[in-house]
């Protein structure tokens, strides 16, 4: 995959030297997948995302097959892409999802939390201080075994129920997960509908409420395009972790190909334009966003994948 | 349309209150259908565009019907359309051009010139330095008539023959146009490339060259989905005129449906998201795009309109 020297690099000021990708399409993307991609697929995914030099790949979840069947593999997958040269969160729902990933050695989980009552009914159909107190256990017993915990915190923007989200209660969410004791947050926008100023105020207000910006990654998704703009205003307020999907993968709540996730080829252009180091190779990353695309039958929503891939045609 | 109360409005620091955004899906966008478009479908997009708030909307281009066969009915659409509370720019490539719109009672006029040789070469088929001087004389002659005149600055950030493409070169061409006496310019992102360190070098180069801010417009193209962050660097810098296209008409250079010029939706979601005021009415700036969609027989590459119509259904 040809990339020709661009982006050209011009650095701006106030932003950080180097961003860590925590990359979520094998467990968001394709666990949105109508049909399960086969194990040995999802194996190769990651060790391509891994040759590609993405440093945190997220690999599979430990929820129950009946919630999600597309991820019912995971203690098959797992120990086949252990030894790679990357972290490899996976999720947890709960106790026994924990017990299953300990017992696989995984040395890195996340947990799955909402901002509104309406997201962790639908999503946990719990409240949210009974998925919280559903988490609390799991998280205390991980950091005890030594290992890393990541708190996703899920429609911290907007809510399909509910319409805007007062940030007062996304750092309420966010601040309990924090003193559960987890060592990283993952701010999630997942309708798609923040825009740069709310980012940076729930930033600032995380931040006043004692949770440092290095403990802080954001997951924008692009359902109104706005993704990478978030991205750019919460890169100028410090933060230096990013999600985002290969290819776009996942999160296609409308239609075929619309984006969900932020497609990690469109933040690797930005942040390499930026000359911000990611330690990714953005032609073997486009290029495995093409085979992957080719296993699931449907091109990548991914611009970037779109353009590159049609510059060699 | 629905919007329901969508984005939430939040301020953010150092940003201008209002934008002037410079629409162009009626011109750039319409010039790049394989097949013309109806004269009097041409005439209704640019009033349902006036009716959703929009008050610069780029109208048709007076160049020679030989090269731009979809805008051969200028003359027809010009007078259909002059009663519109909206200025009306009007793209002329020469003095026949001019003649031509002015004729017409045209009363703002854009010239298209290139950062490049080979953007000139390919598209106006005359060195840079020729296509100034066909230049001058139109800019010239419009400004003694007392129309506005905008010049147009394409690859400005990258250039599909030379690469990345200097700052010096693109602030010597802006220069040009302004002491000729353009009104306005408009840095053009033609094949996508920019990010918004680049942005930000290109517009302090400018300042330092002697043109104020208020002089500059920016046209970013989405093709690998950096248009809206390059966007928020250009208002970070006190920008206030930018050009966008409803429903992200036009420049798909590679796939159906694939954005070219930024989409006006996705534009306006962020700016209203930022509180930043635009006049317009996006309920019904995106009613008018799924309508031209239909025109077109093909979906609107926009994410917003995407989002935003099928929440209607």
Redesign the interface.
């Known amino acids: 995959m040809t990339v020709?020297?661009?982006?050209?690099?011009?650095?701006?000021e106030g932003l950080p030297a180097r961003v860590r990708i925590h990359e979520v399409g094998a467990r968001d993307g394709l666990q949105n997948e109508k049909t399960a991609v086969p194990t040995a697929v999802k194996a190769e995914f990651i060790r391509r995302l891994a040759g590609a030099g993405l440093t945190t790949i997220e690999a599979t979840s430990f929820v129950h097959p009946k919630w999600v069947p597309q991820l019912a593999d995971a203690e098959e997958l797992f120990p086949q892409v252990a030894g790679l040269d990357a972290a490899l969160p996976v999720l947890v729902p709960n106790q026994r999802g924990l017990d299953r990933a300990l017992a696989l050695g995984a040395e890195y989980v996340a947990v799955f939390a909402s901002a509104t009552e309406s997201f962790a009914k639908a999503n946990l159909n719990r409240t949210l201080e009974e998925s919280l107190a559903v988490f609390e256990p799991v998280v205390r017993r991980a950091k005890d075994e030594g290992v890393r915990v990541r708190g996703y915190v899920s429609m911290c923007?907007?809510d399909p129920w509910e319409?805007?989200v007062p940030l007062a209660q996304v750092a309420r969410v966010c601040g309990a997960l924090r003193d559960m004791g987890c060592d990283e947050l993952s701010l999630g926008d997942t309708i798609?509908?923040?825009?740069?100023?709310?980012v940076?105020?729930l930033l600032a207000l995380l931040n006043e409420r004692g949770v440092p910006t290095d403990a802080i990654g954001v997951h924008f998704h692009?359902?109104?395009?706005?993704a990478?703009?978030n991205?750019?205003?919460a890169l100028q307020h410090g933060v230096t972790t990013v999600d985002a999907s290969a290819g776009g993968l996942g999160g296609c709540?409308?239609?075929k190909s619309?984006?969900g996730n932020l497609?990690t080829e469109?933040l690797v252009?930005?942040l390499?334009?930026?000359?911000i180091e990611t330690g990714v190779d953005l032609g073997r990353l486009t290029a495995t966003s093409v085979w992957m695309a080719e296993q699931l039958g449907r091109?990548s929503p991914?611009?970037?994948v779109?353009?590159l891939s049609?510059k060699d045609q």
Do not use: C, I, K, N
Request: charged letters at 10%; zero cysteines; a neutral charge.
């Open positions: 020709e020297g661009l982006p050209m690099a011009v650095p701006a923007f907007g319409g805007p798609g509908v923040a825009t740069p100023g709310q940076r105020a692009d359902t109104y395009g706005q990478l703009a991205t750019l205003a709540p409308y239609a619309a984006t497609a469109d252009w930005m390499h334009g930026l000359g091109p991914s611009r970037t779109r353009a049609h």
